[in-house]
């Protein structure tokens, strides 16, 4: 997998996992701390 590929299947994670939490618990509830952990990833890889 090049570095493009890997750059869309971490955005794609973290966007799978925040429409999860929001489903699960509301926009207004969920933190970014919460979706990065689903995710896997860094929470400065979100930003």
């Not at 971490?10 to 970014?32: C, N």
Request: without cysteine; charged residues 35%; aromatic residues 8%.
């Amino acid at each position: 997998m090049n570095r493009e590929e890997k750059k869309r299947a971490t955005r794609q994670k973290i966007i799978d996992s925040a429409l999860e939490m929001f489903a699960e618990q509301g926009y207004e509830t969920t933190t970014v701390q919460e979706i990065t952990e689903r995710a896997g990833v860094a929470k400065g890889t979100f930003f």
